[in-house]
């Protein structure tokens, strides 16, 4: 197996993690021997980032972001993906960060269910977490004038 990556099981569904080595290390803002990616979505945003020109600066979960667990009522850190500075179409600098997840991610799950499953409590735990997350951060963000967008394979382009 190639060692630069490592292919794990969870869900019963196979995802891509590993170490992403940068054609223009300049332009991470960080350890650019040491970014990990999670998932092949955040591999293809990399790659994206590391090859855009108008891209001037990128970072992978190098910041956080405290929450309140809806579940637990405790202050938690949230780590989002990605956190880029850009050059936008008018020549303005922009900083947005970034989370990236599988569509399917951002639906909320059913309310009243047929059936009342451990993976249904578990789906709606990880929404009502997410969404905590999400809006601390999209208050983070606003706060110093950046943006808070979440990404899916439709803003990466890919097919599934």
């Known amino acids: 197996m190639n060692k630069d ?3 794990c099981m969870s869900a ?3 995802y891509k993690q590993g170490k ?3 054609k223009n290390p300049e332009k991470y803002n960080g350890d650019p021997t040491n970014i990990i990616y999670r998932s092949s979505y955040e591999l293809k945003m990399f790659h994206y980032c590391d090859l855009t020109e108008n891209i001037i600066s990128y970072q992978s979960e190098e910041f956080w972001v405290p929450y309140v667990s809806p579940v637990d009522k405790k202050v938690h850190r949230y780590f989002p993906d990605m956190k880029l500075k850009y050059k936008d179409k008018d020549g303005n ?3 947005v ?3 990236i997840k599988p569509a399917k991610d951002l639906k909320e799950p059913p309310t009243n269910p047929p059936n009342r499953t451990k993976s249904w409590a578990y789906a709606v735990k ?3 977490v997410n969404q905590a997350k999400w809006e601390a951060c999209r208050e983070y963000c606003k706060d110093r004038n950046w943006e808070f967008r979440i990404f899916t394979e439709r803003d990466l382009g890919i097919q599934i």
């Open 5 to 7: 990556y490592i292919l």
């Open 12 to 14: 019963n569904k196979n």
């Open 20 to 22: 992403f080595k940068p």
């Open 93 to 95: 600098i922009r900083i």
């Open 97 to 99: 960060v970034v989370e």
């Open 126 to 128: 990880t929404w009502v």
